[in-house]
Each structure stands twice: as structure tokens, then as C-alpha cells.
């Protein structure tokens, strides 16, 4: 009996149990607190259109919207307080998943990683103490974060990151001090390749504490950049940023005594095949556009699919008015829609960049025009390698 109250009291309990407990507190918080910062990604109301999984599924709006997305948070605080918190945590990923097959813009990265991590923890969550068992669920979740910097880092060794994406992201500090352009564009040719030392540092001991501290600064340097002092930009993705940062802290800190083997194979544990499959062999597929970039830690990194609709004076007048705030008229009998000011601006997100989804963004923007030739989606995809050349599509080709 005493094992299975240290259990449930974690602070009382061995160290593995504290971290489990601790993970999915933060877990959790953080989920909820996306889930608050953009409410119309997930229950309206908005004007960028829906784009479903599988498009003969029905949409989840209105009261049945709102209901579920209410028992998202009620059983987060369940998956928080109850002793056993498997069955809370399998309700909260099932409204998220009919969330996301409705609007694949909901595929966030952050939705995606703290999904997968509550399923790890809750596959792992056992009636009785056992440290060894706490050590492998821990080691799965060490595999997911340390491979998310290695990828985000090798996502980032192109020319449009080094050349355009860094600069733009430290403009809040060449904006004060122009006299650091020049070493601050040199850095951020070495970015990408720090990133993805310390993610794989994180796993050995000898360069584990290096390897956090790295971490940690860079998320605390990401907040400084992209928060209201910065460039006060995509709020949603700041929580995420604090919450990776709490992540090395409790995954890779401290007695945490692991070796690179123990997280990078275990060939008993299902889970472990799962997060290997997603997040250290998948991602490498998405380099030849084989594999969804936002499932391949790609935020931000210069290696991103961008489209923009270009509409006539005619079809802008058409469109709805909650669209037309969005256009930005450049030329004579030329409007612009920005889809991801649009959907950043509507939904306090940015859009899933895959040409499939801008396709149905468009294809629902379509549907509201008095003559469908007016609109032309433009669609540029970018990858680290056999990048495909700018290509337009008007309604019919949607």
C-alpha cells in the first residue's frame, strides 16, 4: 500500500513519479491555456474556412462545439486530480481528434506534441508504483523532445531561414542596436546547426547540462523576439515556448540518470516504436515533401509551403465582409488575401501550410463568389530538397 500512496502523492513518491506528475500538470495547463488563446479555431466564430481530414464528415459547430470544447477542460482537470487518470486523458484526445479530423488547421505543432505526449503518459499510467516502469514513459518523452530540436534545427539549414526568417525574427534587437546586423545575420547561419547539437547532446551525459542551458536560453531568447516587447507576434505559440522550456527541465535536469541508449532504443516498448516513427523517421520525409511539415518541426524554419488568393475588384466585392477586412488591394483589378495574416488574424493561429489544405481554404472561399474566376490561389512550395516552382489553380482546378 505504501508504494501505491506515494503513487498518488507524487511529491512523496520517487523521483520518476515526481517528473510524471509534474509532466502532465504541465502538459495539461499548457494544452489549456492554447486551447483558451485561440477559441475560434475551435468554436467560432470565423471566416477562414474549415478544411476537414476527410470532407464527407460533418462539422463540429455550434452547441455541440461548444460542449465539447467545455469537456475539453473539465477533463483536463480531472486528468489532473483523479488517481487514475487513463480514461481522462483518452476522453480529452477523442474530442481532439474529432476536432482535428473536422479542420486539419488545427493540426498545430503544440497540439500535436502535447497530444502524443498525454498518450505516452496515459498508456503508462499503472494501478501500482513502479519506478522502471516511470523511467522508460520518461524516456519516451526525452526521445520526443530532444528529436523535435533536432529536426526543427535540420528544417532550418536553408538559405530562406538563414537569409530572411532569422533576420525578420531579430529585428526587435537590429531595430535598437543596427550596429549588430551583420553579426547577428552571421549567427544566423550557425542557428540551425547549434539546434541540432543540443537536441542530441540532451541525450548523452557528458553534454547534458550544456545541452539544457542551450535549450532554455534559446526558448527564453524566442519569448524576448516574439513577445509584446518584441515583435508581439503569434501569441499562441508563446505558451508553447515557456512549456518546452519547463520540458528540459524536468525531462533532462537534475539526478535524471539516462543514457543515449536507454531513450533511442527499447524495442519492447510499443509507445517507443510510435514516438521513433513520429518523431525521428517521418519528420526526415517531410525534406522531400512526403510528410506534413507542422508534424515535422518545422515552425518557422524558412522550410514551409506559403500561399496567397489574388482576386479581382469584381470577386473581392463579392466576398463576405468579414473576409474583405482581410484584403489588401496592390494594384489596379488586383486584391491579395495573406493566408496567414488571415488565419492568424482570424484564428489567432497560422495556417496548416500544405498545399492540399490552402487548397481547401480557397475552395471554400470559391463557394462565396458571384463568378468563381475571379479568384487565383498561388502556391509556393518550399522543402530542403526537389522544392516544387510557384503554381496557380483557379476554382475549377480545386
Excluded at 515556448?241 to 524536468?250: G, I, K, Q, R, Y
Amino acid at each position: 500500500m505504501a508504494g501505491r500512496d506515494n503513487r498518488h502523492n507524487p511529491f512523496g513518491g520517487p523521483a520518476p513519479a515526481k517528473r510524471l506528475f509534474l509532466l502532465r500538470l504541465t502538459i495539461l495547463a499548457a494544452f489549456c491555456v492554447g486551447l483558451l488563446m485561440c477559441p475560434a479555431l475551435w468554436i467560432g466564430p470565423r471566416s477562414y474556412p474549415e478544411a476537414p481530414a476527410v470532407p464527407i464528415l460533418p462539422p463540429i459547430e455550434g452547441a455541440v462545439a461548444v460542449t465539447l470544447y467545455g469537456a475539453l477542460f473539465v477533463l483536463a482537470g480531472l486528468a489532473v486530480l483523479a488517481p487514475r487518470v487513463r480514461w481522462s486523458i483518452a476522453g480529452f484526445l477523442a474530442i481532439v481528434a474529432a476536432f482535428c479530423l473536422a479542420d486539419q488547421t488545427r493540426w498545430q505543432p503544440w497540439v500535436f506534441q502535447y497530444s502524443f505526449l498525454l498518450a505516452i503518459l496515459a498508456l503508462g499510467q499503472s494501478h501500482n508504483a513502479d519506478p522502471a516502469e516511470d523511467q522508460r514513459t520518461l524516456n519516451v518523452a526525452r526521445l520526443v523532445i530532444a528529436f523535435t530540436y533536432v529536426f526543427s534545427g535540420l528544417q532550418k539549414i536553408n538559405l530562406n531561414f538563414m537569409e530572411n526568417d532569422f533576420p525578420w525574427i531579430v529585428t526587435p534587437i537590429t531595430g535598437l542596436l543596427p550596429s549588430l546586423g551583420s553579426i547577428l545575420d552571421a549567427f544566423g547561419f550557425a542557428v540551425p546547426f547549434i539546434q541540432v547539437a543540443f537536441g542530441a547532446g540532451l541525450l548523452t551525459r557528458r553534454f547534458r547540462r550544456v545541452s539544457l542551458v542551450a535549450a532554455v536560453a534559446m526558448h527564453v531568447f524566442i519569448l524576448a523576439m516574439f513577445g509584446p516587447l518584441g515583435l508581439n507576434w503569434n501569441n499562441v505559440v508563446w505558451p508553447w515556448t515557456a512549456t518546452m522550456a519547463v520540458f528540459d527541465v524536468l525531462l533532462f535536469s537534475g539526478e535524471a540518470d539516462f543514457a543515449w541508449r536507454d531513450v533511442v532504443w527499447n524495442v519492447r516498448d510499443f509507445r517507443h516504436g510510435a514516438a521513433v516513427a513520429l518523431f525521428a523517421v517521418l519528420p526526415a520525409l517531410s525534406f522531400f515533401n512526403l510528410w506534413d511539415s507542422y508534424l515535422s518541426s518545422a515552425l518557422y524554419s524558412g522550410n514551409l509551403t506559403e500561399a496567397q488568393i489574388y482576386l479581382s475588384d469584381l470577386g473581392a466585392a463579392s466576398t463576405p465582409s468579414s473576409v474583405r477586412s482581410h484584403l489588401v488591394h496592390t494594384s489596379d483589378n488586383t486584391n491579395v488575401l495573406n493566408l496567414q495574416r488571415w488565419a492568424i488574424e482570424d484564428l489567432n493561429v497560422t495556417p496548416y501550410a500544405e498545399t492540399r489544405v490552402f487548397k481547401a481554404v480557397a475552395r471554400g472561399l470559391c463557394g462565396t463568389l458571384r463568378d468563381r474566376n475571379q479568384l487565383v490561389l498561388v502556391v509556393k512550395e518550399q522543402r530542403m530538397f526537389f522544392s516544387r516552382p510557384e503554381a496557380g489553380f483557379r476554382c475549377s482546378q480545386l
